[in-house]
Nanobody, 126 residues
Framework: QVQLVESGGGLVQAGGSLRLSCAAS????????MAWFRQAPGKEREFVTA????????HYADSVKGRFTISRDNARNTVYLQMNSLKPEDTAVYYC???????????????????WGQGTQVTVSA
């Protein structure tokens, strides 16, 4: 069992930056692939980015490529999402997700992840 707690959300102006954190506890964090998803009001939850257990493999949704960066610190049991050049359409609740994965494979579907955090709100004003 893995518990995930996100933090770092808030209100920011368009063009600004935020860094989200997701702290994990429970099982061995380094054996888990991690991802960020987001859900905007009235929309379905969507994939944002994922990172392999060792950090060597990453994947991004086209909508955030070049602006967002995912990283992880296995010694701190934490995954990060650095968000730059934020746009109003990035406004959403951001969720951290985990799945046990020993390869460098990455997954973009919600159903592929077993553990979820409670989410943190990101609001980008125009």
């Amino acid at each position: 069992q893995v518990q995930l707690v996100e933090s770092g959300g808030g209100l920011v102006q368009a063009g600004g930056s935020l860094r989200l954190s997701c702290a994990a506890s429970g099982r061995t964090f380094s054996t888990y692939a991690m991802a960020w998803f987001r859900q905007a009001p009235g929309k379905e939850r969507e994939f944002v980015t994922a990172i392999s257990w060792g950090g060597s493999n990453t994947h991004y949704a086209d909508s955030v490529k070049g602006r967002f960066t995912i990283s992880r610190d296995n010694a701190r049991n934490t995954v990060y999402l650095q968000m730059n050049s934020l746009k109003p359409e990035d406004t959403a609740v951001y969720y951290c997700a985990a799945r046990e994965e020993y390869s460098d494979s990455l997954y973009v579907r919600e159903v592929d992840y077993d553990y979820w955090g409670q989410g943190t709100q990101v609001t980008v004003s125009a």
